[in-house]
């Protein structure tokens, strides 16, 4: 932008300047012949001086032209430089999300459509999800948590209108405002995440999605559902596509009169679900065409559940704290069971923690977890993250993991 302001500047500077020396026509005979362009007029006058002072004179307004587009030139210059600068500075609250852009896919009427964009503090103070608005009633979003501690994770849950009030392709852009203080002063940042789907009209789905709610680690669970097809009569289910080994599906066709066709499905979260959130879709491939392409037409169908463990540990992840060198902090892990159990061991390869917990059997374990800051070079910011292992006598689950996050900054000087 700057180079191109540079170049119009100085075509219209020559322009300017060739025109107005055009202007006055120099006479070494002591006239001064002036032309006027817009009437032809042609006036010769006596001249007053020598030839050489009417020269000089009439340079005046050629070289005032010039001196005042320079000065221009360097306004401008001034100002874009300042522009670009804040052109080209990083969103601080766009880094915080994994992704800023998803698309439904193809789904179906009465779907539970309903994505997360997940977003991690990286940064070394909180971090307040002020506002959000979606450009399109066809999205609705609501914060999973307005404010997020340093190393704490968070999402924006957005979810697509499948009530039958909005078919066919739909998009939306989520504007979120967020806030930080950064050396006492207050900076908010603008990120937009966009969301993109297609609503079948002709293809009703009873529930929307497979929610399995909680599961018992070692349990399986099983759901149905009912997809019913109203167009082409020999529309058909083709194929079903998942991307978990826990995750079993089957379509069997119930109906099919005069274009009317229906699938009851059967979905099966097996034994092997390891612990924790259950959040996939099942891709069930259609014998229609896209349009203009030969690629087959894809129906998306969403599946949640939590498959809990036997023994679970709060918080995990843990953020252990940000810490100056010599500062030691204390945090506390706590472990839960429906059945009385003792912890036998508590460990970590960093010799920097330190851990106390209780050897008496109970249904819930209090472990506090020590960890002290060493010296670090100056100016420089170090991260450390440590598995934290506990184990236990709980025959179903010997041994829990917990992920713990340190970070360790200077001292301010």
């Known amino acids: 932008m700057a180079a191109w302001i540079v170049d119009w500047t100085l075509i219209v500077s020559n322009k300017v300047c060739a025109f107005t020396q055009r202007r006055f026509v120099f006479s070494y005979k002591g006239v001064v012949s002036h032309k006027s362009t817009r009437s032809g007029v042609h006036v010769q006058q006596p001249s007053v001086s020598s030839s050489l002072r ?16 320079i000065r221009c030139l360097l306004l401008f210059l001034f100002c874009v430089g300042f522009a670009e600068q804040g052109i080209v500075r990083e969103s601080w609250g766009a ?29 070394n103070s909180n971090v307040r999800l002020l506002s959000l608005r979606s450009s399109c009633t ?11 501690a340093p190393g704490e994770t968070g999402a924006v849950i957005a979810r697509l209108n499948t009530s039958g009030q909005h078919l066919q392709n739909r998009s939306a852009v989520l504007t979120i405002q967020l806030e930080r203080i950064l050396n006492g002063a207050r900076r908010i940042d603008t990120v937009q995440l966009f969301v993109s789907g297609y609503i079948r009209p002709d293809v009703i789905l009873t529930p929307g999605s497979v929610e399995f709610g909680v599961v018992a680690e070692g349990t399986a669970a099983e759901r149905t559902l009912l997809m019913e097809y109203t167009g082409q009569p020999g529309w058909a289910l083709m194929s079903v596509e998942r991307s978990q080994p826990y995750i079993y599906a089957r379509a069997e066709e119930v109906k099919r009169e005069q274009g009317n066709v229906a699938y009851k499905i059967t979905v099966i979260l097996e034994e092997d679900a390891p612990a924790g959130y259950v959040r996939d879709v099942l891709r069930f491939t259609t014998n229609e065409l896209q349009q203009g392409k030969s690629e087959p037409v894809e ?19 843990m953020l252990v704290g940000i810490l100056s060198p010599g500062e030691t902090v204390t945090k506390n892990i706590i472990i839960q069971s429906e059945t009385p159990f003792r912890v ?54 010997p041994s829990i993991t917990v992920n713990a996050f340190v970070r360790v900054v200077p001292h301010d000087d």
């Open 95 to 123: 880094v915080l999300f994994e992704t800023q852009r998803h698309d439904f896919g193809s789904v179906v009427i009465g779907a539970d459509a309903e994505f997360l964009f997940e977003l991690t503090n990286t940064l």
């Open 299 to 317: 129906i998306v169908l969403p599946i949640q559940g939590v498959v809990r463990a036997s023994i679970q540990a709060k918080p995990s992840p």
């Open 138 to 148: 066809c999205v609705s979003a609501k914060f999973s948590t307005q404010l997020l």
């Open 54 to 69: 009417v020269k000089k004179n009439a340079e005046v307004p050629a070289l005032c032209l010039k001196v005042l587009f």
């Open 344 to 397: 036998a061991n508590v460990s970590a390869t960093d010799n920097r923690f330190r851990f106390a917990f209780s050897e008496q059997a109970s249904t819930v374990q209090l472990i506090s977890v020590s960890f002290s800051a060493r010296q670090i070079p100056p100016g420089v910011q170090q991260d450390f993250a440590q598995v934290i292992r506990i184990a236990t006598n709980d025959p179903q689950q």
